[in-house]
T-cell receptor
């Protein structure tokens, strides 16, 4: 079983719709969680950290469910510029390394 | 803004050649990483370093070595390039520590290596 699993997609979603991604992680000792965004042929960039209480940044909401070991990302009122690959990232306790999921590809359709 | 610079963006090398990929960061970060990214496999960690002259193997170190002589510079070396090392290579850096901000990782723009 992969340490971090994501549905690879692609998700093709009409502009203005709401889209949600899930990510599961295998290590219950995982401590920190993030969503990164990667545009085509570019480097990944931090989108948002994921806190236990859930957090929101504009149209983006991230949730963490430690009991079920998954994190989610919700994008409301999707824009064409949201088209990208979204990477789920996990850091284990006492470890400086980050483990990346393979990413979920999102295309927003006009 | 954090800047992670990979000096070589696009390279074409022959099988058996020795290849150096250089990475420099300007934010005094302790941690530096080398990943490769391949379709369907995501980012895989090759090596990382948490201090000068310190290095640890990642998930796929075979065929690679690294050098960290200065805090700001982390080099990836392919001793004898092979076609299965054709990939995009990403360098990254982060602060050390357990805080959330210390875990944010910053990437360079990537080096696209083709081995023929």
């Amino acid at each position: 079983r992969k340490e971090v699993e994501q549905d690879p997609g692609p998700f093709n979603v009409p502009e203005g719709a709401t889209v949600a991604f899930n990510c599961t992680y295998s290590n219950s000792a995982s401590q920190s969680f993030f969503w990164y965004r990667q545009d085509c042929r570019k480097e990944p960039k931090l989108l948002m950290s994921v806190y236990s209480s859930g957090n929101e940044d504009g149209r983006f909401t991230a949730q963490l469910n430690r009991a079920s070991q998954y994190i989610s990302l919700l994008i409301r009122d999707s824009k064409l510029s949201d088209s990208a690959t979204y990477l789920c990232v996990v850091r284990d306790f006492g470890n400086e390394k980050l483990t990346f999921g393979t990413g979920t590809r999102l295309t927003i359709i006009p | 803004d954090v800047k992670v610079t990979q000096s070589s963006r696009y390279l074409v090398k022959r099988t058996g050649e020795k290849v150096f990929l250089e990475c420099v960061q300007d934010m005094d970060h302790e941690n530096m990483f080398w990943y490769r990214q391949d379709p369907g496999l995501g980012l895989r960690l090759i090596y990382f370093s948490y201090d000068v002259k310190m290095k640890e193997k990642g998930d796929i170190p075979e065929g690679y070595s690294v050098s960290r002589e200065k805090k700001e510079r982390f080099s990836l070396i392919l001793e004898s390039a092979s076609t299965n090392q054709t990939s995009m290579y990403l360098c990254a850096s982060s602060l050390i520590g357990t805080g959330l901000s210390g875990n944010t990782i910053y990437f360079g723009e990537g080096s696209w290596l083709t081995v023929v």
